[in-house]
């Protein structure tokens, strides 16, 4: 039987204020990082069968 999931934790103070500023923060992934990615994907995608 499956176990009871646990209440997401609430942030308070500061870090709930550096959770926010992280989460307000835009990241980049470089041209090089972003090819990798969608090659491993391309990958993924031939192998498995997703219907």
């Known amino acids: 039987m499956a176990r ?3 209440e ?3 942030l ?4 709930a204020k550096r ?6 923060e835009k990241r980049r992934i ?5 090819a990798r990615m969608k090659a ?3 990958a ?3 192998v498995c069968d997703f219907v």
């Not at 308070?12 to 870090?15: N, P």
């Not at 959770?19 to 307000?24: D, H, I, N, S």
């Not at 470089?30 to 972003?34: A, K, Q």
Request: charged fraction near 45%; hydrophobic fraction near 20%.
């Open 19 to 24: 959770f926010e500023a992280r989460m307000k």
């Open 44 to 46: 993924l995608k031939k």
């Open 12 to 15: 308070y103070g500061e870090d």
């Open 30 to 34: 470089s041209p090089e990082e972003r």
């Open 40 to 42: 491993t994907y391309e």
């Open 8 to 10: 997401t934790p609430i």
């Open 4 to 6: 009871p999931i646990k």
